[in-house]
C-alpha cells in the first residue's frame, strides 16, 4: 500500500478517535476507549473494503456490517459522519434524549440492521444473513466486529461451529483483542493464537495481526474477500484507549468519558475533517425470489383428533407454497415440531440449526433483516435458553415467528425437564409481542398462515398430544380475539381458558350442566393481545371468572385476563400448574396439576 494512502488511513483512525472522545465528552458517558482500540481496524474497511450505499441503505447489493461491540457506537457514529451520512451536530447529539444515536446501535438508524449490546448476539445475527445471501445468489458480504471479552460467550461459538459447518465464507468477524474488559483483563488477553485455536477447530480460516498496521489490515480483509468455502476471522492485537495516555491500556477506564478530553483530542493530532468515499456496490443486483401460489391450507373435520403441532406443521407447507419469501429453522426436533413437513416441500429453504437455541432466534433475525419471513420452532421450553436473543429481537424491531411445542404437563410420561410451562409470561414480557395459544387443528393452521403477515416477535403454542376438533374448515380467526364456546342468560360464571384446557373447560361445563349450574367458555386464544371487549363481558356479566392454563400462574393467561378486568371488579380464580409435576400421563397430569374438567367443575362449585 502507498505511504499516502496509509497516512490517510492513519489520519482518519485518528479522527475516528478524536470523534468519539468528542461525542462521549459532549453526552458525559459512553465507552470512547473501546472506540479507540478498532478505530484502524474500521478506517481500512470502510475506505478500502466496505460496499455500502449509504443514500440508499435498502439496496439488496450492500454488505452488512454489525456492531457486536455495540458499546463502541461512538466508533460507529464516527464512521457514519466520516462517510456523510450524518452531520457533526448530530455526532453531537449522541446519548440524548431524542436522538436516534443511543447508547447502543439500534434500527432507529437505517444503516443498522439489529440492536446490538447485548454481547454475543453480532456474530449469531451476522450467520443468518450469511445464510440468506445463498438464498438470494448475492454476493454481499457481513462484516462482524466483536471484543474479545465476548468470546467467553456460549452464542459465539454456536454461530462459530455453525458458520464453520456451513462453509459461510462471505462472512467475516474482525475481533477487536485489546485485553481489557469492563473490570479487569479478559480471559486470554492478547493470546490471540488461543482464539486462532479455537475458530480453528470450527473450520474457520484464522489471521492474526497488529490490528493498529493499516497495511496489515488490508491485507487481511483482503485475504478474507478472497478466501473460499470457509469463514474467516481476523484476530487483531490492539490497545484500549490508543492514542492517549491517561487510558491507554489502562484498567478502570472502561464506560466513562474521559476526565480530560481537549488534551486527549491533542495528544491524538486535534480535530479533523476528513471523508470517505465508501464504495457502492454494483448496480443492478436483484435478490433471487422463490414462486409463489394460492394459499390452500389444511382442513380438518369436526370431531377428527388432531394435534395442533401437526396442523402446524401442515400449514406451514402450505403457507411456504403460497409464500415464496417464507423459510423455516428448526432446533433439531423437526419431527416432533412438525416442521419436516415444510423440509420436505422446500428444503432450500429450511434451516437446520441443530441444538443451539441462541443460533436458532438468531438466524431467523437475520433472515428477516433481508426480508424473509422466518418460522422457527423446537419445543416451548427450550426456548427460554434464547431469552436475550428473543427480547433483542423486539429492541430490533425484528419480525420472527416462534413456535413452542409440547407445552405444558399435557405431553405427559416425559416430565418437567421437557414442559414448557413458563413461555407464555416470558413471551408476554416481550416488548410488543404476540401470544397465540390454538386449541384445535383448525384454529393452529389460520393461525399459522396469520404470524406470516405479523409484525414484531410472534408466537405459537402448540400441544403435543391429540385434541378434537371443534372449530369447522376454514374459520376466520383475528389476532386479539377470541371464541365465545358458551353461553346463556343463566351463567353464574365465565371459565377463560385456551389450548389443551379448552376441552377441558367444555366437559366441565356440560357436566355442571346436568347439574343444573350454567357457566360460558370463552376460547381466548389471543393471550396477546388479548380480546379485552368479551373479558369485559363476562365479567360485567357473570361477575365471576375462572381462568384455567396448563402453566405456571405467573405470567400467563389468568395473569392476561386480570390485567384486562382488574378495574371492573370481578372475582378472578386462576388455576394453573403450582406444583412440580413427575411422570404420568397425559390426563394423570392435569388431573394432578388441578386443571382438568373435574378441577374445574370443583372451582366454580366453590366459587359460587
Known amino acids: 500500500m502507498p505511504e499516502r494512502d496509509l497516512q490517510y488511513l492513519s489520519d482518519l483512525a485518528a479522527q475516528l478517535r478524536v470523534d468519539s472522545v468528542r461525542s462521549s465528552a459532549a453526552a458525559k458517558s459512553g465507552h470512547p476507549t473501546s472506540s479507540m482500540s478498532a478505530a484502524d481496524l474500521m478506517a481500512v474497511l470502510f475506505t478500502c473494503h466496505l460496499h455500502y450505499d449509504f443514500a440508499r441503505p435498502e439496496n439488496p447489493a450492500n ?8 458499546h463502541a457506537s461512538p466508533l460507529l457514529y464516527s464512521l457514519y459522519k466520516a462517510a456523510g451520512a ?67 460467550e456460549g452464542s ?23 485485553r481489557l474488559g ?61 492514542g492517549v495516555l491517561e487510558v491507554e491500556n489502562r484498567e478502570g477506564a472502561h ?90 416441500a422446500f428444503p432450500e429453504r429450511f434451516f437446520e440449526m441443530y441444538i443451539a437455541e441462541q443460533q436458532l432466534v438468531a438466524a431467523a433475525i437475520g433472515l428477516q433483516v433481508r426480508g424473509w419471513i422466518p418460522y422457527a420452532a423446537t419445543f416451548a421450553a427450550f426456548l427460554t435458553r434464547a431469552h436475550d436473543f428473543i427480547r433483542m429481537a423486539a429492541v430490533s424491531r425484528a419480525s420472527i415467528r416462534l413456535v413452542g411445542s409440547h407445552a405444558g404437563v399435557s405431553i405427559g410420561e416425559d416430565g418437567p425437564s421437557q414442559m414448557g410451562l413458563e413461555d407464555l409470561a416470558m413471551m408476554r414480557a416481550v416488548h410488543g409481542s404476540t401470544v397465540l395459544y390454538p386449541c384445535d387443528a383448525n384454529q393452529a393452521a389460520a393461525l399459522t398462515a396469520a ?34 364456546l358458551r353461553q346463556s342468560p343463566a351463567d353464574r360464571a365465565t371459565v377463560v381458558t385456551a389450548g389443551v384446557t379448552v376441552h377441558e373447560a367444555l366437559a366441565a361445563a356440560d357436566e355442571l350442566a346436568a347439574q343444573g349450574v350454567a357457566i360460558g367458555v370463552i376460547d381466548l386464544y389471543s393471550v396477546k393481545p388479548v380480546d379485552a371487549a368479551a373479558l369485559a363481558e363476562a365479567a360485567t356479566t357473570t361477575g365471576n371468572l375462572i381462568t384455567v392454563e396448563d402453566h405456571r400462574p405467573e405470567g400467563g393467561l389468568g395473569d392476561a385476563v386480570l390485567d384486562a378486568v382488574s378495574e371492573l371488579g370481578p372475582r378472578v380464580v386462576k388455576l394453573a400448574v403450582r406444583d412440580l409435576p413427575g411422570s404420568a400421563t397425559p390426563g394423570q397430569q392435569l388431573a394432578n396439576a388441578r386443571i382438568d374438567r373435574h378441577a374445574i367443575a370443583e372451582a366454580v362449585k366453590r366459587l359460587l
Open 63 to 70: 454488505d452488512h456490517l454489525i456492531f457486536s461491540k455495540g
Open 86 to 152: 450524518i452531520t457533526d451536530e448530530e455526532l453531537l447529539s449522541f446519548r440524548k434524549q431524542g436522538s436516534p444515536l443511543e447508547g447502543h446501535p439500534t434500527p432507529r438508524l437505517p444503516w443498522v440492521d439489529v440492536a446490538t449490546g447485548s454481547l454475543g448476539q453480532g456474530l449469531p445475527v451476522g450467520v443468518g444473513i450469511a445464510l440468506a445471501a445463498r438464498l438470494e445468489r448475492l454476493p454481499y458480504r457481513v462484516w462482524v466486529l466483536c471484543g474479545d471479552g465476548e468470546l467467553a
Open 156 to 178: 459465539i461459538w454456536e454461530a462459530a461451529e455453525h458458520a464453520g459447518d456451513a462453509g459461510l465464507a462471505n462472512l467475516t468477524l474482525i475481533v477487536d483483542v485489546n
Open 182 to 242: 469492563q473490570r479487569g483483563p479478559t480471559r486470554h488477553g492478547w493470546d490471540t493464537g488461543a482464539y486462532a485455536r479455537r475458530f480453528g477447530a470450527f473450520g474457520w480460516h484464522t489471521i492474526e495481526i497488529d490490528g493498529h498496521d493499516p497495511g496489515q489490515i488490508d491485507f487481511a480483509l483482503s485475504d478474507a474477500r478472497n478466501t473460499r468455502r470457509r469463514p474467516t476471522v481476523i484476530l487483531a492485537k490492539t490497545r484500549k484507549g490508543e
Open 255 to 344: 464506560g466513562k468519558a474521559l476526565k480530560d478530553p481537549v488534551t486527549a483530542i491533542g495528544e491524538l493530532g486535534g480535530p479533523r475533517d476528513l471523508t470517505v468515499d465508501v464504495h457502492r456496490p454494483e448496480p443492478g443486483a436483484e435478490p433471487y425470489r422463490f414462486g409463489a401460489g394460492a394459499l390452500s391450507l389444511p382442513e380438518y373435520a369436526v370431531g377428527e383428533r388432531v394435534a395442533t403441532r401437526t396442523a402446524y406443521g401442515e400449514a406451514l407447507a402450505a403457507v411456504g407454497a403460497a409464500r415464496g419469501d417464507v423459510v423455516a429453522l428448526d432446533g433439531e426436533v423437526a419431527d416432533s415440531t412438525k416442521t419436516e413437513e415444510f423440509a420436505t
Open 451 to 484: 404470524m406470516a403477515g405479523l409484525d414484531g416477535v410472534s408466537y405459537l403454542r402448540t400441544t403435543r398430544g391429540e385434541t378434537p376438533v371443534i372449530y369447522p374448515p376454514g374459520e376466520h380467526f383475528s389476532v386479539g380475539g377470541s371464541r365465545v
